[in-house]
């Protein structure tokens, strides 16, 4: 499985933006699906999930601002942002966990910059 994320930019503060997330092959097998953001000089750091159920989980920075959503027919995940602020700025990467009984598959995709001006 290959990730690809897409959508990201230049929006100002207060603006939104609507980061894709599509996968090459079935996402129905990956058990969780999330988005994480890496600003620049910090760590990588998770900023929501949503399993295949639909459960949805988010950082408390993001709640209320972003939601995340899984189109399982086409393979694909969205992370909605709304009220974006300068903080929000970094690089935001798509990633999949798939659990089976003993393995663990953890699948990234190339990140989308979102930069977000004052």
């Known amino acids: 499985v290959q990730l690809q994320a897409s959508g990201g930019g230049l929006v100002q503060a207060g603006g939104s933006l609507r980061l894709s997330c599509a996968s090459s092959?079935?996402?129905?097998?990956?058990?969780?699906m999330g988005w994480y953001h890496q600003a620049p000089g910090k760590q990588r750091d998770w900023v929501a999930t949503?399993?295949?159920?639909?459960?949805?989980l988010y950082t408390d920075s993001v709640k209320g601002r972003f939601t995340i959503s899984r189109d399982n027919a086409k393979d694909t995940v969205y992370l909605e942002m709304k009220i974006l602020k300068p903080e929000d700025t970094a690089v935001y990467y798509c990633?999949?966990?798939?659990?089976?009984?003993?393995?663990?598959?953890?699948?990234w995709g190339r990140g989308t910059l979102v930069t977000v001006s004052s």
């Open positions: 949503v399993t295949t159920d639909g459960t949805t």
């Open positions: 092959g079935s996402i129905l097998s990956i058990n969780t």
């Open positions: 990633n999949g966990l798939r659990v089976t009984a003993g393995a663990r598959y953890n699948y």
